[in-house]
């Protein structure tokens, strides 16, 4: 078994009102606990906005608020799974994005 990183990539901006957003996060609520039920759920998170991270560089001394890259898209969040191969973890990506349409899902194994 190899764990695997799926990261969700959002559009930079507000999020969806309530009325948008609220049932998304309901499905992907159900598709956490299928993926429980399966055995294959690690751990998931959000993260807050880009403009809260801070980087850290030049071996620890230099501090820069914002993200690293620049960019229209930024990582919203991610599922961490465990599956006995690729082909089973691109299964899961692709529920994840039928839920998060039109978020894209990378699919990447741990070293």
Known sequence: ??????SIYQPDGDPPPPEVLDPIMAELDALNRRMREA???VFA?????????TVVS????????????????????????????????LEWGKRLAAVLDPLSIEVRPFA
């Open 1 to 6: 078994m190899a764990q695997y990183l799926l």
């Open 39 to 41: 055995g294959v759920w």
């Open 45 to 53: 998170a959000g993260l807050h906005p880009p403009h809260t991270a």
């Open 58 to 89: 030049q071996g620890g001394a230099l501090l820069t608020d914002g993200p690293f890259a620049e960019g229209r898209e930024h990582l919203g969040g991610f599922t961490v799974v465990e599956c006995a191969d690729l082909d089973e973890a």
